[in-house]
């Protein structure tokens, strides 16, 4: 039997089974912690440090965080919003989003904060990287530009032999993100669709169904990101 | 000695242009040239970039009119996947992209004529620029003025319900459409409150079309004596000759009437049309090559298209028609100013195009996109609020665009345009030493009749700094005004 432990999240008690990660036992809670690189139930990156949160007075990541007895987390204070603010402004610097013409526009969750934290304009300089944009592999177009090195898609999307369809390349500031030519040339319709699903930005799109979600209808239209896991608070 | 004098930037008209008027020795006007001083290098930064994408990126040349070139690069993109020239969507496809085209030239128009035109037939051309604009309408003719705002916002809320938003939407995708329409979206369009809704825009472009009229009649000698020159006319008519500002085939006569395009395959554009590079100006200069450089350029826009069709297929739109060719006696129609008439026309003309479009069951439907083969080569006609617009792409096996051009409608314009802005001059500033007010507002109609969008970017409205330099041959500044 699972062990259930008790810890506070902004002052308020929650119950969960020890171990687990922070992340998802608060969002199960209705607790939402922002996160980019993170999904549930992949083994955590913790590279995108947007979840940072403060446990016991310490900045830990919450997503790679597991929970136990005791633990004094906080998470919606004005100084942890203004570094994940810091962090989403960072992105946007670091790489080249040009979201009005971007077809993930409305559905991506490095915007979505954007709007969340109400970022203006970044308090970083741009570093207007050039990029090349990857068009090879028949279903897959890799838009370089837009990459924010999350690793979902070298950690999730995997042939049956469990070979990664994607790859690091380079180190620090020549990093980007490559997709194998061999195994993307068969590269199924379902797997395909999901790479594109689970980047959190534009980088990875299906070819030829561009937009096909209308204006009104796509995810962040109507509500702000996190609103799904804010729904479930007790 | 020779003089210069330069106008820049000319006011109420979309973007920047500066005008020089050269005079020779004996103050009569030399050479006139419209220049354009903008550049945009859409063509060149769409390379590399998916397809699809291109309906979307290239629409950011403009916040006045992107849903033509959203639809344009549509157009172009239906091409290259398969999915037919123009009549191979989905009848819901295509319907939901008229009425889209329909809405965005009813807005267009709209603000064309209350906004930037009225000013100075209600107000007069010669009154004082503090109150020759918008905000001079409002204030001595309120219920104009509302109608212009109300008109617009309609226009824009059709934009918004087919596009997903009223600027820069993605409604159009290749081989089709993104969404169609609901009942409750058709009933607001069709039945919304007064005054927005499809019958009430019709009676009110009724209204304009005979307050122009009125206007015309009482000012018959300076309307028909501004800029009056002869040209050919291009624009895309529909297969049996009606206006249709979607889609058809392109057509140009001369200013006899006769056919010198006849009625042709648009995706062989660039056999009959080719682009002339002048040093003085960024915008090129299009012209048919079977007349050459010198005979072959023509103008697009609500005068050449009320030229060019044999009818227009709605019922009161199609009489006015008549009456205004009537009024040439069938010929071409070559007055500058009469393009405001024209404008007016397609107003009334689109505002029963959105009336019968939301009357069709079909855009209700779900069948929204089609594909076949894919090709690697596509071209994308629409008669634009300004004029026909051209979108030409090529791609590679990877689905990236290797190839842009795009002839937008102010640049089909650009001779007509130096034409006129150079008959002004000559009428009115040869043999002067001064710049009259009159003067500089002569220069600025005969531009804004084409409503031309010059750098396809958008600024305030009514108050933009006038700046007129007289200059000597030897550089002196003889005379210098600012507004
Ligand atoms: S391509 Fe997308 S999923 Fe992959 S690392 Fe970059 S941002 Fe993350
Ligand atoms: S979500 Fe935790 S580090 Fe990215």
Request: proline share 5%; aromatic share 8%.
């Amino acid at each position: 039997m699972s062990e259930k432990v008790k810890f506070t999240i902004d002052g308020k008690e929650y119950e969960g089974e020890k171990g687990r990660l922070l992340v998802d036992v608060a969002a199960e809670n209705g607790v939402y912690i922002p996160v980019l690189c993170h999904w549930k139930d992949v083994k955590p990156a913790g590279s995108c440090r947007i979840c940072t949160v403060k446990v016991n007075d310490r900045y830990m990541t919450a997503c790679t965080t597991p929970i136990d007895a005791n633990m004094t987390v906080e998470n919606k204070t004005p100084e942890l919003e203004d570094i994940r603010k810091a962090i989403v402004e960072m992105l946007f610097v670091e790489g080249n989003h040009f979201c009005p013409a971007c077809e993930k526009s409305g559905d991506c969750d490095l915007q979505a904060l954007g709007y969340l934290y109400q970022m203006m304009v970044p308090r970083f300089p741009y570093a207007f990287e050039r990029r090349e944009l990857d068009a090879k592999s028949p279903k897959i177009f890799l838009e370089k530009n837009r990459c924010i090195f999350c690793k979902r898609c070298i950690r999730m999307i995997k042939d049956d032999k469990g070979r990664s369809f994607f790859a690091f390349k380079g180190r620090g500031k020549h990093l980007e993100i490559t997709i194998d030519e061999k195994l993307a040339a068969n590269i199924s319709e379902e797997l395909a669709q999901e790479a594109m699903k689970i980047c959190p930005v534009g980088a990875i799109l299906r070819k030829e169904v561009g937009f096909s979600t209308p204006i009104g209808q796509r995810k962040y239209d109507k509500v702000p990101i996190g609103s799904d896991i804010e729904v479930l608070q007790k | 000695m020779t003089q210069k004098i330069t106008i820049e930037p000319v006011t109420r008209v979309e973007g920047h242009g500066k005008v020089t008027i050269h005079l020779d020795d004996k103050l009569n006007v030399a050479q006139t040239r419209l220049h354009i001083v903008e550049f945009r290098g859409f063509e060149r930064f769409v390379q590399g970039r998916p397809y699809w994408e291109a309906p979307v990126l290239v629409q950011r040349l403009c916040g006045i009119c992107p849903v033509s070139h959203h639809l344009a690069a549509a157009k172009a993109l239906d091409v290259i996947v398969g999915a037919g020239t123009g009549d191979g969507l989905t009848p819901t496809g295509e319907k939901m992209r008229r009425l889209m085209h329909y809405g965005q030239i009813f807005q267009s128009h709209a603000l064309h004529f209350f906004h930037l035109s009225s000013p100075d037939f209600l107000l007069g051309y010669d009154a004082d620029p503090a109150i020759r604009n918008v905000i001079g309408v409002a204030m001595n003719y309120p219920e104009l003025a509302t109608q212009g705002v109300m008109m617009r916002k309609f226009g824009q809320e059709i934009i918004s319900h087919t596009a997903g938003k009223k600027i820069h939407g993605t409604g159009a995708i290749p081989g089709g459409i993104n969404k169609n329409l609901t009942a409750e979206e058709r009933d607001i369009l069709l039945k919304g409150e007064d005054p927005l809704n499809a019958d009430k825009m019709i009676e009110w472009a009724e209204g304009a079309l005979e307050f122009f009229k009125d206007y015309y009649l009482k000012n018959r000698e300076f309307v028909d004596g501004f800029a009056y020159f002869p040209s050919n006319h291009l624009s895309l008519v529909r297969k049996d000759g009606a206006m249709d500002l979607y889609h058809g085939v392109l057509r140009a006569i001369n200013s006899n009437g006769e056919k010198i395009l006849n009625d042709v395959d648009y995706q062989d554009y660039y056999k009959y049309i080719e682009e002339e590079v002048r040093n003085w100006s960024y915008m090129k200069f299009p012209y048919l090559k079977s007349l050459g450089k010198d005979d072959g350029w023509y103008r697009v826009g609500p005068l050449a298209r009320v030229n060019c069709c044999d009818f227009i297929p709605t019922p009161k739109a199609q009489k006015q028609f008549e009456e205004f060719r009537a009024h040439t006696n069938g010929k071409p129609n070559n007055f500058c100013l009469h393009t405001h008439w024209a404008r007016l026309i397609e107003l009334l003309h689109s505002a029963e195009v959105i009336k019968d479009l939301l009357q069709d069951p079909d855009l209700l439907k779900d069948d929204l996109v089609v594909k076949g083969n894919k090709t690697d080569e596509g071209v994308g006609l629409i008669e634009a609020p300004r004029g026909t617009l051209f979108h030409h792409y090529k791609i590679n096996d990877n689905d990236q665009i290797t190839m842009a051009n795009l002839i937008v409608s102010t640049t089909n314009n650009n001779e007509p345009m130096n034409q006129s802005v150079n008959f002004v001059a000559k009428n009115m500033m040869s043999g002067q030493k001064e710049i009259t007010e009159p003067m500089k507002n002569a220069v600025e109609v005969a531009i804004r009749a084409y409503d031309p969008c010059l750098s396809c970017a958008t600024h305030a409205l009514g108050k933009m700094p006038l700046d007129i330099k007289l200059v000597s041959s030897d550089g002196k500044e003889l005379d210098h005004y600012r507004s």
